[in-house]
Antibody, heavy 122, light 107 residues
């Protein structure tokens, strides 16, 4: 079964840090680009960051550039999102998502994790 | 960034109705558009990719059309399981962006 499982969310104070993980199974992790998508409470979807299949190329939304770092460990089939200098407007459910086609950056997302909640509040 | 605008933001319909949701891009995205369904507390689920291709396992009552800047998602006969929020998503260029969503409610 193809599956993504996020972890690492929680409550953090403004200015704090958090690292999210996304464990993948059921597919060849090294073949696919992966993306983090977030959804603020009651709001729509926002693509936050994308990483290439090798991990050598990374892409960020302007809203998180310089504060968030995406990475992956292909030996562990796991993707990460290191979030620093967190702000209240980073509060959201964070989903990891697999790109549909092998080796494709510009793509739909065919598999999503269940999401992990990040709350930034004092 | 490419802006995606969905309409309507809310739609009230009955079981059996034909429902159409529109998504417009502020510049051409060719056919690089996907549609997702999201239910409360759940992750989005891919319905349509490349504007009109039905994802495996998705009922045939869902269909997509359009190219360039204007796209539609149609549900031919709304079923009880279809009451949800629907999002369009352009993947023509980075950042990959989504429409604001259309909530389909029971009339």
């Amino acid at each position: 079964d193809v599956q993504l499982l996020e972890s690492g969310g929680g409550l953090v104070q403004p200015g704090g840090s958090l690292r999210l993980s996304c464990a993948a199974s059921g597919f060849t992790f090294t073949d696919y680009f992966m993306t983090w998508v977030r959804q603020a409470p009651g709001k729509g979807l926002e693509s936050v960051s994308t990483i290439s299949k090798s991990g050598g190329s990374t892409y960020y939304a302007d809203s998180v550039k310089g504060r968030f770092t995406i990475s992956k460990d292909n030996s562990k089939n796991t993707m990460y999102l290191q979030m620093n200098s967190l702000r209240a407007d980073d509060t959201a459910v964070y989903y990891c998502a697999k790109h549909f086609l092998v080796g494709t950056l510009y793509d739909a997302f065919d598999i999503w994790g269940q999401g992990t909640m990040v709350t930034v509040s004092s | 960034d490419i802006q995606m605008t969905q309409s309507p933001s809310t739609l009230s319909a009955s079981v059996g109705d034909r429902v159409t949701i529109t998504c417009r891009a502020n510049q051409s995205i060719s056919s690089w558009l996907a549609w997702y369904q999201q239910k409360p507390g759940k992750a989005p689920n891919l319905l349509i990719y490349k504007a009109s291709s039905l994802e495996s396992g998705v009922p045939s009552r869902f269909s997509g059309s359009g190219s360039g800047t204007e796209f539609t998602l149609t549900v031919s006969s709304l079923q009880p399981d279809d009451f949800a929020t629907y999002y369009c998503h352009q993947y023509n260029s980075y950042p990959l962006t989504f429409g604001g969503g259309t909530k389909v409610e029971i009339k």
